[in-house]
C-alpha cells in the first residue's frame, strides 16, 4: 500500500529543491498536498507537478517568518483538505559565507529568523491543529550542519542545532497523544541554493564531494525519500531523532 495514503501533507519550502523533491515522492506514495512558499510561482510549478502525478494539491504564498500568515496557512489547509497529517518545515535560506568575526547581524537575524524561529512558529500551529485530531507526524529540515560545525556559517549553524532542541523537546511533549517530531539532516544536496553558492565558488562543488564518503552531493530525491517514512505510520515507534541523509558524512 503507498506510504502516505489519503494523508494530508503541508510543506513549507515546497517551490524548489529538497521542498519539491518531497513533494513529489508524498503525491506518489498517495498523499494530498498543500504547497507553501515564499515564492508562489515556485509552489505553483511544484502543485502543478505533483497533479500530473495523480495527486491533490494546492499553492499557498507564504512567508513562513510570519506568524499570522503561518497561522492562516494552517486554516487554509483545513478549510481545504478538513485535517493536517503530516507536515514538513523546510522552508530554509544558507545566508553569507563569513567566518564569525566577519559576519553580520543582519546575517545572524535573516538566518535565525527563517532557520530557526519559523520552524517554531510552523510547529506552534500545526500542533494546535494536531492536537485537535489526536494524531500527527511533523519533520523539520535541520542538516548536517546541525550535528557538528559549519566553518563560514555560524548563524546556520547555530539555527540547524537549535532545529534538533525543538525537534527533541515537542517530540516528549506530545510522545503520548501521539504528535511524533523528528528532524532530517541532509547532506550537501543539489538544489537551487547548493548550485548558487557554487555558481559563485565554483572549486566548491570538488570540496563538497570529498566530504562525503560516497564521493558526490545526495539528490533532493534522497531527502524526500526519508522524510516520507518519517512521515508515515511506517515509523510510528520513532520520535525525537535527527535522521542523517549524508552519503555518510557523520559516519567519520
Ligand atoms: P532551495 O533554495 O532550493 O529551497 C528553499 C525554499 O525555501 C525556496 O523555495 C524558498 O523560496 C523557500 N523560502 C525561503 N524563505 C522562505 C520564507 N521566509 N517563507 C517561505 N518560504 C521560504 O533550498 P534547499 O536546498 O531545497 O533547502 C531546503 C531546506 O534544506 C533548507 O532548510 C536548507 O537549510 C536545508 N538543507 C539543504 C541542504 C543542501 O545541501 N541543499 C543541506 C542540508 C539542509
Given amino acids: 500500500m503507498a506510504l502516505l495514503k489519503d494523508k494530508v501533507a503541508l510543506i513549507t519550502g515546497g517551490g524548489s529543491g529538497i521542498g519539491r523533491a518531497t513533494a513529489l515522492i508524498f503525491a506518489r506514495e498517495g498523499a494530498r498536498l498543500v504547497l507553501a512558499d515564499l515564492n508562489r510561482q515556485g509552489a505553483e510549478e ?20 510570519k506568524a499570522a500568515a503561518v497561522e492562516d496557512l494552517v486554516n487554509q489547509t483545513i478549510k481545504q483538505f478538513g485535517r493536517l497529517d503530516c507536515a514538513f518545515n523546510n522552508a530554509g535560506v544558507a ?14 537575524d ?3 529568523g527563517i532557520d530557526l ?12 491543529q494536531m492536537l485537535k485530531q489526536k494524531s500527527g507526524a511533523i519533520v523539520n529540515t ?4 546541525g550535528l557538528g560545525a559549519n566553518p563560514l556559517g555560524i548563524a546556520y549553524c547555530a539555527s540547524k542545532h537549535g532545529v534538533l532542541g525543538l525537534t527533541r523537546t515537542a517530540a516528549v511533549e506530545y510522545a503520548r ?4 517530531v523528528n528532524a532530517v539532516c541532509p547532506g550537501v544536496t543539489q538544489t537551487p541554493m547548493v548550485d548558487a553558492g557554487i555558481a559563485k565558488r565554483p572549486k566548491m562543488r570538488q570540496t563538497f564531494e570529498k566530504i562525503h564518503p560516497m564521493g558526490r552531493l545526495g539528490r533532493p530525491e534522497e531527502i524526500g525519500e526519508a522524510v516520507a517514512w518519517l512521515s508515515s505510520d511506517a515509523a510510528s515507534f520513532v520520535t525525537g531523532i535527527p535522521l542523517p541523509v549524508d552519503g555518510g558524512f557523520t559516519a567519520i
Avoid: H, N
Fill in 46 to 65: 511544484t502543485a502543478a507537478m505533483a497533479e500530473k502525478a495523480g495527486a491533490q494539491a494546492i499553492a499557498i504564498q507564504c512567508d513562513v517568518l
Fill in 117 to 128: 524561529k519559523a520552524v517554531w512558529l510552523c510547529m506552534k500551529y500545526e500542533i494546535a
Fill in 95 to 108: 545566508g553569507d559565507l563569513a567566518r564569525t568575526a566577519e559576519s553580520t547581524e543582519e546575517c545572524w
Fill in 177 to 180: 497523544i501521539p504528535i511524533r
Fill in 142 to 145: 535541520a542538516s548536517i550542519a
Fill in 110 to 112: 535573516f538566518v535565525v
